[in-house]
């Protein structure tokens, strides 16, 4: 690792090119798309992206790219809709991503192409947690081991750090067992008895993550503090690593992730 890995653009679009465009990854808890309408964006590694759970009930992971001019069609973290307009345009889609209609100066000379629908995304939901991947299937979907307790609701917190400092933070001190376990590259999952709580990495820019702290088998906002310690601890390992600290191999885990992140770079080249 080097220190522009964390505070360079360079870094960032090698690992979106070569591992986020890769990997299945985490978009949110479907707890979190309950009813019809409820939806979730998010710019994941650089690709924005959406779910939301459709008319029939199906949860969708949906690419935010207007099929007009590729101008994002969800401008909002979350929320709630009947359908989805970009604003820019006035592209209707229904809740499956189906284009619906367009004013007349802009309308499609074929409105009935099935090329005007936005891009669906491979989607997998694994304990509680919807993943998505930007490629083929190739691989199975993460496994998170036993059923989680009951969905207790979600954290988002926004930290002025790069991702991977905040990975680093959540795997130090930690050993692979039955109560803690790392899924490449974004989420960990800490067990307490009957507590769970998952930790989804959103990196937004190569400066900026969010934090999804999902909470199963207790309520989201009793764990805001810690939460809140994190963000805390991670923009001062941020203000580490632009002096210089780099973060230290100590354990297994830590060294595991230095070791794959050494091979996106050794592979992401020649990335654009």
């Known amino acids: 690792m080097k220190l522009e890995d964390y505070s360079g653009a360079e870094a960032f679009q090698v690992e979106k090119r070569s591992m986020f465009a890769a990997e299945w990854l985490p978009l949110c808890a479907e707890g ?40 994002p069609v969800v401008n909002t973290p979350s929320g709630h809709c009947e359908s989805f307009r970009c604003r820019f345009h006035g592209w209707t889609y229904d809740l499956q991503g189906r284009f619906l209609s367009a004013p007349p100066p802009v309308a499609p000379k074929d409105p009935g192409s099935p090329d005007l629908h936005l891009a ?21 979907a993460p496994d998170l081991g036993a059923p989680l307790p009951a969905y207790g609701g979600t954290l988002t917190t926004e930290i002025a750090c790069n991702w991977k400092v905040c990975v680093e933070h959540l795997l130090a001190e930690h050993v692979l067992s039955s109560d803690f376990t790392w899924h490449w590259p974004l989420l960990t999952v800490r067990r307490a008895g009957t507590l769970a709580i998952v930790e989804q990495v959103v990196p937004h820019t190569f400066l900026r993550t969010r934090l999804f702290t999902h909470v199963f088998g207790a309520v989201a906002d009793d764990h805001r503090q810690a939460a809140d310690t994190i963000k805390h ?27 794959r992140l050494g091979e996106v770079y050794a592979g992401g080249g020649e990335t654009t």
């Open 32 to 71: 979190q798309l309950a009813q019809p309408g409820d939806f979730v964006s998010a710019s994941v590694g650089g690709w924005s992206v959406f779910g939301v759970r459709d008319g029939e009930g199906v949860l969708r992971i949906l690419r935010n790219a207007c099929r007009h001019q590729n101008m």
């Open 233 to 259: 601890v991670c923009e001062g390992l941020q203000v580490d690593r632009a002096a210089g600290a780099l973060a230290a191999d100590d354990g297994a885990l830590t060294a595991d992730f230095h070791r």
């Open 120 to 140: 669906s995304l491979a989607t997998a939901l694994t304990a509680g947690i919807a993943f998505f991947r930007l490629g083929p299937p190739a691989a199975a």
